[in-house]
Structure formats: structure tokens, C-alpha cells
């Protein structure tokens, strides 16, 4: 019945992912993934895609679900492995914290473990052996690590890891929610890279299901908020918009009704604060007004007052560098990664003691960078 199924999804679903798919204009092929961990009937089925000869081929573990698991994740394109073991248990994150003394913000890596690997470093928050090196300082994640890019299963489980050891030493990984992170729990392949629905195919496991309630990515992505508040500083995927402060929802309510319908079609979350949450224009996961400066300066203080808060720092919106916009209110962090990475560098956010700066992925320190997009008038938007 189970292949049924999957062979049911290949005929019927797939022929039209692929005609209406934007993230990769490569043939429909297989590659190197995993671990992919399900849990079913009291076992840890653990599933993967190897390269066996000139071909893929699918390799399949059974593990009690009691067993402590040792996982390992190899990156072909960089030559990279390292190993994890799955945590005991998933608690759902807290979404306030105060000040620490460090911390590195990065976003929008969509599945590029080159770059991931190659800022992480440079800011010295991972030695080679990808092991966590930044003591009580903290890594904030801004979303979208998924999609477009061909190793979206081993940034995820880099960021398992670390979160793990971040924890044994003082310090902390934050993973908030971005709108490809939303699509993918919503089954809409849209912009998954060919490569992982043809793992889907190899592994007689529908691309949809991967990180469904019963996987332990799924599991972990569902304790992830949307919106968290460090020390001052405001932290989302795309913006708090004016319209969703007017819902009088704070941090915490946002973060639960986001996460109690986390993996539903987007045209069956109710009306009302879902709605707001998820809007494809004012939600928090899409919202780009604030980062192209669409909105007024009395709405930014309002946002930030409704908050208590001083900044908002934000991804999603492409932008050519750190960009401080609202006479440094809002703090832009979504670079050009793929490219730069071909330059030769990567470069984001550092927050030392309640100061922001530049850092590159030789480590060094900037003053940040400051363009603003001009607000257009009302006449002219979009």
C-alpha cells in the first residue's frame, strides 16, 4: 500500500512540480542526501542516497526507538562530514532572551553549505572539524535555509548539531522560521532543487512527508518561532509589518498560532490572527515593505514601541550589504551569498555588545555599511 501511494504521488503530483518549478533548471537526477529520520511502528527508520558506481541508489536503517543514534551527514561538493547524535527530546524554543555579549546573525543560506561552512568559520563560531567554537555567545538564523540549493538536508543537520553543543558550552543557536521553511512543511515544492524529488522517487518516501510530524527534522522545525526578541533587537524572516502589530498579538501568541498551524496550505489557515501571521504580503514570513523601505518612519517606531524594542533585524529581502535603514531602526541582512561566495568572501552580521558590525569571512570587523532604498511615493507603489 505504501508504494501505492508513493507511485501515486510520482504520476500524479510530480509532473506538475516539475512544469511549474523555478528552482532549478537542471535535469530531474539524484544526489547525495541524508540522514532522513522517520519515526514508525516503535523504530527510527533512517533513510539516505548514496552514490554506488555511476548511479544513486537508495540505503535504508532500522534503529529501536530507544536506541541513542549516531548520525553522520557527508557533503560530496566540499569533501566535508560530520557526525550528530539525535537529541533525546524537542522542547518548543523561548522566544525572549536578554543581551549576550556576541552574537553572529545570518540569513537566507537556502541550501549553500559552502557558504554556510565558509562564514562560520570565518567568524569563528565552527573550528574545521565543525564543531562549535563560540562559547556563551549566540548564532541567529533568519530563515530560508532551505531550497534552491543542493545541500538543504546537511545545512539543517549542521544546525541540529551545533545547537546541541552551543547549549553544552553557554551559548545558543536560534533557527527562526522563514517563508521557504513554510513552503517546505507545507508540501509546496515549488522551489526545491530536482535533485531531492528524485531522492524523493529513489527512497519511496514523497517529498511532502519529509518533514511531516513524524520525522525528526519535521519534529525540530515545529519548536522554531517565527519572531524572537534578544536583549533590544527585534529578530524575524521577513518583518513585522504595521498591520500585524494592529492585531495586538504579542511575541509569544504570534510564535503559537504560527507554530499551531505550521504545515498547513496556505489557502486553509483560518481568517483572523492565522491569516495575519501568514499573509503573503504583511505576514511575517513575506512581508518586504519594511526592508525596501515602503512604510513610514512613525509606523517603524510604532512596531518597535509596540515591542519595546530599539531594532528589527531582518533577511529575506536581498540587499547588496548590511543596510541600515530608518536611520538604523532596521537592520538588513540578505546578501548576495552565492555570488560573493564566488568572489572569494562572505560577510554578515555581528553584534557585540549591543553594537552592530560587518564581519567577513577572513573575521574581520566593520563599521556596517549603510544604503537605504528610497521610499517611494504612495503614487508609485507596488
Known sequence: ???????????????????????????????????HVFYRNGQIVVKSVERRDTGMVAREVFYLESSK?????????????????LQDSLKVEPDLYSLPEKMIVLSDIEG???????????????????????????????????????????????????????KAAGGKVHFILGNHEILNLQGNTEYVRRKYLANALLMGEAYPMWFNEDTELGRWLRTKNALEK????????????????????????????ARNHLG?????????????????????????????????VEDIDMILAY????????????????????????????????????????????????ICYGIDSRGDKTSVFTIAFPRKSDSNKE
Open 1 to 35: 500500500m505504501k508504494q501505492l501511494c508513493v507511485n501515486l504521488w510520482a504520476m500524479l503530483y510530480l509532473p506538475f512540480v516539475l512544469l511549474a518549478s523555478n528552482a532549478d533548471p537542471e535535469p530531474m537526477k539524484g544526489g547525495p542526501d541524508g540522514p
Open 69 to 85: 543514534v549516531l548520525l553522520s551527514c557527508y557533503v560530496p561538493e566540499t569533501e566535508d562530514r560530520f557526525s550528530f547524535e
Open 112 to 166: 549553500n553549505f559552502q557558504a554556510f561552512k565558509t562564514m562560520l568559520m570565518g567568524a569563528k563560531v565552527i573550528n574545521r572539524d565543525f564543531d562549535w567554537i563560540f562559547g556563551k555567545g549566540h548564532l541567529i538564523l533568519l530563515g530560508d535555509y532551505f531550497d534552491r540549493g543542493s545541500n538543504v538536508t546537511e545545512c539543517l543537520w549542521l544546525v541540529y548539531k551545533l545547537e546541541q553543543e552551543a
Open 230 to 257: 534578544i536583549g533590544d533587537f527585534l529578530f524575524c524572516h521577513g518583518g513585522v509589518s504595521p498591520e500585524l502589530v494592529r492585531t495586538k498579538m504579542n511575541i509569544a501568541t504570534i510564535n503559537r498560532i
Open 264 to 296: 498547513e496550505a496556505q489557502a486553509d489557515i483560518p481568517a483572523g490572527n492565522p491569516r495575519a501571521i501568514f499573509d503573503q504580503q504583511t505576514g511575517i514570513f513575506w512581508c518586504r515593505t519594511i526592508a525596501k523601505s515602503k512604510i513610514s
Open 307 to 354: 515591542f519595546s524594542a530599539q531594532r528589527m533585524v531582518i533577511g529575506h529581502t536581498l540587499v547588496p550589504d548590511l543596510t541600515f535603514n530608518y536611520g538604523g531602526k532596521v537592520i538588513c541582512i540578505d546578501l548576495y551569498h552565492e555570488e560573493n561566495l564566488r568572489r572569494g568572501f562572505m560577510k554578515t552580521l555581528l553584534i557585540e555588545d549591543g
